[in-house]
């Protein structure tokens, strides 16, 4: 089972939006674009749990505005005989090249296999009783429902029961013996029932045994005590004490004394058993992953919300890698980098807020050819530093990045100047090493960004002929929302020595030499003006770059001039375009 | 006609019935010889057939809706936990759950459609928006010319029961044989000559229906 198609209406926080899953489904984006919100309004689709007790507030309604329904409407497809037929009569006709509901056709032989589908779909509803002060909320099949008529088809808690579904809860509920938990459902769904002939054993020799604690000697005289004064008005005449009183487990049913039995772990490390708490919250992770895939197998739809959370970098990402392939459909949200490195870039969904608050879903594009796959996963990697943010800075290469990042921090610590960050603006780089195709990737990463919803700045060099220069300038200014372009004829070495005193210079450059073991190409201290400028470029660039080296080695209150402006403008321009105040495209030339 | 329930009490020809694998079985018996009871344990088995999987299920077809509601009552009897997947309806009924589900696929549009009865059309006249009783079964074979549908459809029930199978038309019978594509077919059917001389005769159905060789006539 896989969902082919959501669509939020008037739900929390959004107005109207559609997702169109590829396989998978990994949802980013800026704090507060609605990724809870999405996992939720798919857990109250297929939870019977979650329509089990009436709305309490009006929250769930977009604006707070109850004069309309709130609705999350779910598409799902690859059925195969077992839902397909337990589903027969709601079955719908799914169109997979439009993505959408086929409503009526003139004639049933134009139902055709190699285009359509036969789907299943259902729809959460939440409407709100202004007089009760509460709302009501259910799951119908919208192919019955007559909305309009208030009339609804809704689905039964045991139909719900047979879509394969769960949502991962963070930790903590993993092995859980309690009457309603995913493990009991589990358990007492295996072959057999000596689970519950213990269960009934367990009972009655609890009942046994706690029963010998009110016929001993020492609690007798201890009751007895208690009831001498009580025996007349409570009518006991004659009975013993442990005649009157027993013992027995919490509220004297299985359930409660289950409450108190809790899961204890021995890994064999040499530590023994221990209760799961005690064990760290990452066993407790993947205890609660291993539970979830067992509990929906591999044609269910696991979801979780901020996934990774509490979780070191590794094991999130492994249990990401883990559940997208076990499950037939995995909705993720999270906010790791690490954990959206196991989706392919078609499968990214990232939400973003535009200046007004309203939300805006973007997916990743489902490649065509081959050589768009590649080039979309390599990018999205150098994307996934930003999928969090509003707006990215992006440079032509690593030396680039690596040198306004540490002056961005010498500006912070030393002058209070805001972090990127601040702005939830993030600096990335389009991977050239050498300059030389820098120019060209930066437009196309600034284009993949912007089809995730980022708004871009691009800084480019201003080198070159100038026919080639002038191409650059328009390809940037068609791909991303602003460009800032360094002073003529300087690329990030120069911008980074312009406006540093030339002694300063010589001595940082000496510093770095020995520090790193490079060897200085010629003697410094009798060079001035271009041939030192000539030298410490050449300098700079070896060892894999020292770029971002030479900023943090620059002395306290030097920070090169030219490149701070640089930083300072494409800061500037990036929170301008965040917030929707930039109206056309800008090309700021330093 | 309170049948046996266990199967111990069935008789050697009523459980020759229920283990037959033939692709046509034709029962005749008069009332009260058990037919009812026979086609109910022989749904019984078949639903418990390694072949059959979980979600497949037994169609049990009649002609009135007193009768559906008495194989309805008996059904837990005999199936059980299983009753579940026997579904017992009319000719009509059955035609009208296939048009309430996927008429919307065949130009009647999306409105779920609504009956008129032959006394309102004689008072008021033919209305085009509703079906009338006798449009079900015709409307709901042009439906089946959808491989997709018909798939869906032969798939679901292995075995298809026919009640009074002595009753059928031309239409039901079609019913009956597009079903049976996939399906094993058990008709019930009471010999004695049937009232309705409109009907076409048992032997004409079955003949035309299968090769002859196929099917396999049984007397209760």
Redesign the interface.
């Known amino acids: 089972m896989r969902i082919l198609r959501v669509d939020l209406r008037h739900f929390r926080g959004f107005d109207v939006a559609t997702i169109l899953p590829a396989q998978h489904v990994v949802v980013v984006g800026e704090p507060g674009a609605g990724r809870s919100d999405l996992i939720e309004g798919l857990e109250r689709v297929f939870s019977p749990e979650a329509t089990r007790v009436r709305l309490p507030s009006e929250l769930d309604f977009y604006n707070r505005d109850t004069s309309l329904r709130a609705e999350v409407e779910v598409v799902i497809g690859d059925l195969r005989?077992?839902l397909?037929?337990?589903f027969?009569?709601?079955?719908e006709?799914w169109d997979r090249d439009k993505q959408e509901i086929?409503?009526?056709?003139?004639?049933?032989?134009?139902?055709?296999?190699t285009a359509?589908d036969?789907v299943l779909r259902l729809c959460y509803r939440a409407a709100w009783d202004e007089k009760q002060e509460q709302g009501e909320h259910w799951v119908d099949y919208p192919k019955?429902s007559e909305p309009d008529a208030a009339r609804f088809d809704r689905i039964t808690r045991a139909d719900k029961n047979l879509l394969p579904f769960a949502v991962i809860h963070g930790a903590g509920r993993a092995l859980d013996l309690g009457s309603r938990s995913p493990f009991r459902r589990l358990v007492q769904g295996a072959v057999g029932d000596d689970f519950v002939s213990a269960l009934g054993r367990l009972e009655e020799q609890i009942e046994d045994h706690a029963g010998q604690f009110s016929a001993t000697a020492q609690m007798t005289e201890a009751l007895e005590r208690i009831l001498e004064h009580l025996r007349t008005p409570l009518a006991l005449g004659k009975a013993t004490a442990a005649d009157i009183v027993h013992f027995l487990p919490e509220g004297g049913s299985v359930s409660g004394l289950l409450r108190s039995l809790g899961p204890a772990i021995d890994l064999k490390d040499g530590r023994g058993v221990l209760p799961l708490p005690r064990q760290g919250s990452t066993l407790a992770a993947m205890l609660g992953v291993g539970q979830t895939l067992a509990t929906v197998g591999v044609r269910g739809i696991v979801a979780a919300d901020d996934f990774g959370e509490g979780l070191d970098a590794e094991t999130a990402q492994h249990l990401a890698a883990t559940l997208r392939s076990s499950a037939a459909q995995i909705w993720l949200s999270t906010r790791r980098p690490r954990c959206v490195e196991v989706f392919r870039p078609s499968e990214v969904v990232r939400f973003a807020k535009n200046s007004r608050g309203g939300r805006l879903v973007y997916q990743g594009r489902v490649p065509t050819t081959k050589a768009e796959r590649l080039a979309a996963r390599h990018r999205n990697m150098q994307l996934l530093p930003a999928i969090t943010a509003r707006a990215v800075i992006i440079l032509e290469g690593p030396h680039n990045r690596a040198a306004f990042t540490d002056l961005a921090f010498r500006l912070f610590y030393e002058m209070g100047t805001p972090l990127p960050s601040a702005h939830r603006v993030t600096i990335i780089d389009a991977g050239s090493v050498d300059g030389s195709g820098g120019s060209s990737a930066v437009p196309r990463l600034a284009l993949a960004a912007a089809e995730l919803g980022l708004r871009t700045v691009a800084v480019i060099d201003h080198d070159g002929s100038s026919d080639q220069v002038r191409k650059e300038l328009e390809e940037n200014l068609r791909c991303a929302d602003a460009v800032v372009r360094l002073p003529a004829g300087h690329a990030i070495e120069l911008a980074l020595l312009t406006g540093v005193d030339e002694e300063v210079i010589k001595t940082t450059l000496t510093d770095l030499s020995k520090a790193f073991g490079v060897s200085l190409p010629v003697d410094l201290t009798t060079l001035t003006g271009a041939p030192l400028f000539a030298a410490a470029r050449a300098f700079l660039k070896q060892a894999g770059g020292l770029h971002g080296q030479f900023v943090l080695a620059l002395p306290p209150g030097v920070v090169p001039p030219e490149a701070r402006l640089v930083l300072q403008t494409a800061i500037d321009i990036a929170v301008k375009a965040a917030d929707g105040a930039l109206t056309e495209k800008v090309c700021v030339d330093l | 006609m309170r049948g046996p329930v266990r199967r111990e009490d069935l008789t050697p020809r009523q459980l020759q019935v229920i283990e037959a694998t033939e692709p046509v079985v034709l029962v005749l018996g008069g009332p009260g010889t058990g037919k009812t009871t026979t086609a109910l344990w022989a749904a019984r088995e078949e639903l418990s057939r390694p072949a059959v999987l979980s979600w497949q299920r037994v169609l049990f077809l009649t002609f009135s809706r007193t009768a559906v509601a008495q194989i309805a009552k008996r059904s837990p009897g005999v199936l059980g936990p299983e009753s579940h997947r026997i579904e017992i309806s009319t000719f009509h009924g059955f035609a009208w759950r296939l048009l309430r589900s996927f008429g919307r696929y065949g130009g009647q549009g999306i409105i779920t459609p609504t009956l008129q009865s032959a006394a309102r059309i004689k008072l008021l006249g033919q209305d085009t928006t509703r079906l009338s009783y006798d449009d079900l079964i015709p409307r709901m074979l042009a439906l089946l010319k959808s491989e997709t549908l018909l798939r869906l459809l032969t798939r679901r029930w292995p075995l298809v029961i026919c009640d009074e199978f002595q009753d059928t038309d031309d239409d039901q019978w079609t019913v009956l044989a597009t079903l049976a594509r996939n399906a094993r077919l058990l008709v019930l059917a009471d010999p004695n000559p049937s009232v309705d001389t409109s009907k076409p005769a048992i032997g004409r159905h079955l003949k035309t229906g299968h090769r002859s060789g196929r099917s396999r006539p049984d007397v209760l």
């Open positions: 005989d077992e397909e037929q337990a027969f009569d709601h079955l006709v086929v409503d009526q056709l003139t004639d049933p032989d134009q139902i055709d296999r359509h036969l019955t």
